[in-house]
């Protein structure tokens, strides 16, 4: 199975920072790549695919960047409700595979 | 409104078995690959399973493999996961996942709608 590597783990940012999360995978992928913000006690939801593609209704703060092995997202002016969990995921090959994970709090 | 509502999560005992539902509402059910992902408490997501719209094929996680399957009942619209000889890493809230092809190819898949997760909680 695809490994995916996250990191950092967590970080702390404040309002208006720009937050850069990467996403590694243990073989290309292509393009194979979503990215997911879940918020505590809440299910997931898709903010990019296509590794650079924006989901319909996601605020264009966000965007993604990468092909192969590496894979980064960005938000560009963080804002209090961007307080959450990330996650990659690999759609390339199933089964599929989520990274670690990445806590975006607030300094 | 896509609804979906995953029932049957409880407290099961080392070595048990317990079986999740997952009741979908407001879209074509039979249209949809459908996809299990779990969550351990302070934890992040797993993926579990998933299986294509007529149950022809078949995916699951390599922590899971011979000991939990992924079912669905077109009929009923819904999508079930029998999780069998439970250990304390079994211990999860459980969300069931729409699946739906995206891009202008229709190659990429992305979960589109979740529901609010069942907790299987494996202890004696």
């Known amino acids: 199975d695809i490994q995916m590597t996250q990191s950092p783990s967590s970080l702390s940012a404040s309002v208006g920072d720009r937050v850069t999360i990467t996403c590694r995978a243990s073989?290309?992928?292509?393009?194979?790549l979503n990215w997911y913000q879940q918020k505590s006690g809440k299910a997931p939801k898709v903010l990019i695919y296509?590794?650079?593609s924006l989901q319909s209704g996601v605020p264009s703060r966000f965007s993604g960047s990468g092909s192969g092995t590496d894979f980064t997202l960005t938000i560009s002016s963080l804002q209090p409700e961007d307080f959450a969990a990330y996650y990659c995921?690999?759609?390339?090959?199933?089964?599929?595979?989520f990274g670690g994970g990445t806590k975006v709090e607030i300094k | 409104e896509v609804q979906l509502v995953e029932s049957g999560g409880g407290l099961a005992q080392p070595g048990g078995s317990l079986r999740l539902s997952c009741t979908a509402s407001?879209?074509?059910?039979?249209?949809?690959?459908m996809t299990w992902v779990r969550q351990a408490p302070g934890k992040g997501l797993e993926w579990v399973a998933n299986?294509?719209?007529?149950?022809?094929?078949?995916y699951y996680a390599d922590s899971v493999k011979g000991r939990f399957s992924i079912s669905r009942d077109n009929a009923k619209n819904s999508l079930y996961l029998q999780m069998n000889s439970l250990s304390a890493e079994d211990t999860a809230v459980y969300f069931c996942?729409?699946?739906?092809?995206?891009?202008?190819?229709?190659?990429?898949?992305?979960?589109?709608?979740w529901g609010q997760g069942t907790l299987v909680t494996v202890s004696s």
């Open positions: 299986m294509n719209q007529d149950g022809s094929e078949k």
């Open positions: 073989q290309s992928i292509s393009n194979y």
């Open positions: 995921q690999q759609s390339y090959t199933l089964p599929s595979t």
């Open positions: 407001g879209f074509t059910f039979t249209n949809y690959w």
């Open positions: 296509a590794a650079s």
């Open positions: 996942a729409r699946d739906r092809r995206v891009g202008g190819s229709g190659s990429y898949y992305i979960s589109d709608f």
